[in-house]
């Protein structure tokens, strides 16, 4: 599994297939069973998740893991706590204000006043001060309603647009990953079952059948594996 500069690609499957427990190999929060973790030119392997984050890996994990007696200051801050650039993250939380005004009229309230969409948006904000070189977005659009669904994902095509940030897309939502994809991968029980364009992906009537509700009658169970 590759991922370019200033891509966008998405991970699909199924419940179990491993997405989630990719993103924390990623990391290193859990120890693969084989093969290497290669970033920016480096084999990243064995290496602590300090490291990986101070080099620019940074995860906004499913459910937010916003810390709801935080303000939401205080919780953007953690996600510089690896800084000592206090000026620069001033400027960049600024910017974050500038970017969601309804996180900054509420800076110093509790993080339990926002609504799901703006707990996600400060998830968001707070990977941003990490300075990723790579952001790893687990389940993005989770419980939220189909308004601020589209917000959220309106702001993954921005940052990748205009920021040029690079991302690795875990979504349960298969037609908005895709649209928002340079290129998907599909995991069944840890391994990948098929990588392609968007286009090729969504051509996969297997994968219409199981992921957008769309198939034939005949049950069509084929799959594309890797050569």
Do not use: W
């Amino acid at each position: 599994m590759t991922l370019a500069a200033g891509e966008v690609v998405a991970v699909l499957g199924a419940n179990g297939a491993g997405k989630s427990s990719l993103l924390r190999g990623l990391l290193g929060l859990v120890h693969p069973s084989g093969g290497t973790v290669r970033f920016d030119g480096c084999d990243i392997t064995h290496r602590p998740t300090s490291m990986r984050v101070r080099g620019g890996l940074v995860l906004v994990p499913e459910g937010r893991r916003i810390v709801m007696t935080l303000t939401i200051h205080e919780n953007l801050l953690m996600g510089a706590f690896h800084r000592r650039d206090h000026r620069a993250v001033a400027a960049e939380i600024a910017e974050i204000y500038d970017r969601f005004p309804h996180l900054a009229a509420r800076r110093h309230h509790a993080a339990s006043v926002l609504s799901g969409g703006e707990q996600q948006m400060l998830a968001i904000g707070r990977g941003l001060l990490g300075r990723p070189k790579l952001m790893m977005l687990d389940e993005p659009s989770l419980g939220l309603s189909p308004k601020l669904s589209n917000e959220v994902f309106a702001l993954i095509h921005r940052l990748n647009q205009e920021n040029g940030q690079s991302i690795l897309l875990v979504e349960q939502n298969t037609q908005r990953a895709l649209e928002l994809a340079d290129r998907a991968y599909v995991l069944e029980l840890g391994r990948v079952t098929m990588e392609g364009a968007p286009d090729h992906i969504l051509a996969d009537r297997a994968l219409q059948a199981a992921y957008l509700g769309r198939g034939d009658d005949r049950g069509d169970a084929r799959t594309t594996s890797l050569n």
